[in-house]
């Protein structure tokens, strides 16, 4: 167990022994808010309204302080009655005192996870907290990121380094990750006079998906299976620079495993996210969001970036709640069945979001790819596509 849990499991039961003390009456006050927390973050659902729409967060905010005022208020009639129980009935008041005000810390420390997280010395610990998981899973309904007003760092394809060691990560031995490693590629592109690495995973037939700002003005593109031995060639066989999706062909790969898609992904499934960030194969504990058009954030800053569009406007987009880095572009997120739930293309580290390709826009491009196309060339301008663009791509 990390500290992190430790500390957080402390925090809760300090504030239930606490509110032991206080009583049901005395403790309602302080439970408003946090009930106010939760009703408000359900409401936008209620009202058919999406999260990661700017009107969830003004009907979710007033929602809160809403409720909070209005248990509060009630608090203020209930209190009095509270205070002449009998002393026999003193351990059932003292009882819900704690189970009121620990439930407030634990709604508090889930609130106050993303501010901690913004800190890289504790944001790991954060993310893989088993404690904060399991309120994310209850209290977060969709699981969206907030509005940004600088560019998103993008998880765009590192310089390969030689040489250097790949990392064999805990979560490795996860009888399912294990299983999905052996799908997972390391992809190689040479352009521009240089060489770049990006994330892939083996959809099966030979096919690899992986990010079209991987392989754009790619000269040549190879894949190494599991990130190591012999640099097998690929071809490109799609682009599609709206969405960052590439597919390639690796001739040598046809009898490879590949991953299932899974069908409609459930927003909270828990899952991993794998690929080559930095170089290092690395597996992460994340969960997924939703799938939206319309994720409100400005242009990104992506260094491979030749006919690719940086724009989010009427993108099809799924977000996952779990950190990446430069080099995981591509990589699958797998749910606990070994499913791929959606595929890399993005990170904002700073909100502790991931951004992906949908299952959809995949399935559609397998259905589709054909022979060998070509890639923009090495300086060409990023694309800006319209809305009816944007839209024919994500429905064709």
Same mark, same amino acid.
């Given at each position: 167990?990390?500290?992190?849990?430790?500390?957080?499991?402390?925090?809760?039961?300090?504030?239930?022994?606490?509110?032991?003390?206080?009583?049901?009456?005395?403790?309602?006050?302080?439970?408003?808010?946090?009930?106010?927390?939760?009703?408000?973050?359900?409401?936008?659902?209620?009202?058919?309204?999406?999260?990661?729409?700017?009107?969830?967060?003004?009907?979710?905010?007033?929602?809160?302080?809403?409720?909070?005022?209005?248990?509060?208020?009630?608090?203020?009639?209930?209190?009095?009655?509270?205070?002449?129980?009998?002393?026999?009935?003193?351990?059932?008041?003292?009882?819900?005192?704690?189970?009121?005000?620990?439930?407030?810390?634990?709604?508090?420390?889930?609130?106050?996870?993303?501010?901690?997280?913004?800190?890289?010395?504790?944001?790991?610990?954060?993310?893989?907290?088993?404690?904060?998981?399991?309120?994310?899973?209850?209290?977060?309904?969709?699981?969206?990121?907030?509005?940004?007003?600088?560019?998103?760092?993008?998880?765009?394809?590192?310089?390969?380094?030689?040489?250097?060691?790949?990392?064999?990560?805990?979560?490795?031995?996860?009888?399912?990750?294990?299983?999905?490693?052996?799908?997972?590629?390391?992809?190689?592109?040479?352009?521009?006079?240089?060489?770049?690495?990006?994330?892939?995973?083996?959809?099966?037939?030979?096919?690899?998906?992986?990010?079209?700002?991987?392989?754009?003005?790619?000269?040549?593109?190879?894949?190494?299976?599991?990130?190591?031995?012999?640099?097998?060639?690929?071809?490109?066989?799609?682009?599609?620079?709206?969405?960052?999706?590439?597919?390639?062909?690796?001739?040598?790969?046809?009898?490879?495993?590949?991953?299932?898609?899974?069908?409609?992904?459930?927003?909270?499934?828990? #899952? *991993? &996210? $794998?690929?080559? +960030? !930095?170089?290092?194969?690395?597996?992460?504990?994340? %969960?997924? =969001? /939703?799938?939206?058009?319309?994720?409100?954030?400005?242009?990104?800053?992506?260094?491979?970036?030749?006919?690719?569009?940086?724009?989010?406007?009427?993108?099809?987009?799924?977000?996952?709640?779990?950190?990446?880095?430069?080099?995981?572009?591509?990589?699958?997120?797998?749910?606990?069945?070994?499913?791929?739930?959606?595929?890399?293309?993005?990170?904002?580290?700073?909100? #502790? *979001? &991931? $951004?992906?390709? +949908? !299952?959809?826009?995949?399935?559609?491009?397998?259905? %589709?790819? =054909? /022979?060998?196309?070509?890639?923009?060339?090495?300086?060409?301008?990023?694309?800006?596509?319209?809305?009816?663009?944007?839209?024919?791509?994500?429905?064709?």
């Amino acid at each position: 167990m990390l500290v992190i849990d430790l500390i957080v499991g402390g925090v809760v039961v300090a504030a239930a022994i606490y509110g032991w003390i206080l009583g049901l009456g005395r403790a309602l006050p302080v439970a408003g808010f946090a009930a106010g927390v939760v009703l408000g973050s359900r409401l936008p659902l209620l009202l058919g309204t999406d999260l990661d729409s700017a009107s969830a967060l003004l009907i979710a905010l007033p929602a809160a302080l809403i409720a909070g005022g209005i248990i509060g208020a009630l608090a203020e009639r209930l209190a009095p009655s509270a205070a002449r129980l009998g002393r026999h009935l003193r351990p059932v008041d003292g009882f819900a005192g704690a189970l009121l005000i620990g439930a407030s810390a634990a709604v508090a420390a889930w609130a106050f996870a993303p501010a901690v997280s913004q800190s890289s010395s504790v944001r790991d610990d954060v993310q893989r907290s088993e404690v904060l998981e399991r309120f994310n899973a209850v209290l977060t309904p969709a699981g969206l990121p907030p509005r940004r007003t600088s560019p998103p760092a993008v998880s765009q394809s590192a310089e390969r380094r030689p040489g250097r060691a790949v990392r064999r990560p805990r979560l490795l031995a996860v009888p399912v990750v294990k299983k999905a490693d052996r799908s997972l590629v390391k992809v190689v592109t040479t352009r521009c006079g240089a060489g770049y690495q990006g994330s892939g995973w083996i959809a099966g037939n030979g096919i690899v998906v992986t990010n079209a700002h991987v392989v754009t003005a790619a000269k040549k593109a190879f894949v190494m299976k599991e990130g190591k031995g012999r640099s097998l060639p690929a071809t490109v066989v799609w682009f599609d620079g709206i969405h960052d999706l590439a597919l390639l062909r690796v001739p040598l790969l046809r009898g490879a495993p590949g991953l299932p898609l899974a069908d409609t992904p459930r927003p909270q499934t828990p #899952g *991993f &996210t $794998l690929g080559y +960030p !930095n170089g290092r194969k690395t597996i992460r504990r994340a %969960r997924v =969001g /939703g799938t939206t058009t319309n994720l409100h954030l400005p242009r990104m800053t992506l260094g491979n970036k030749a006919g690719v569009s940086l724009t989010m406007d009427e993108r099809l987009v799924t977000v996952i709640r779990g950190i990446n880095a430069p080099g995981g572009s591509g990589g699958p997120m797998i749910d606990r069945r070994g499913r791929v739930l959606a595929t890399v293309f993005a990170g904002i580290p700073e909100s #502790g *979001f &991931t $951004l992906a390709v +949908p !299952n959809r826009i995949v399935r559609s491009a397998m259905r %589709r790819a =054909g /022979g060998r196309v070509e890639v923009p060339a090495c300086g060409a301008r990023p694309i800006t596509p319209t809305t009816r663009e944007s839209i024919a791509a994500r429905d064709a």
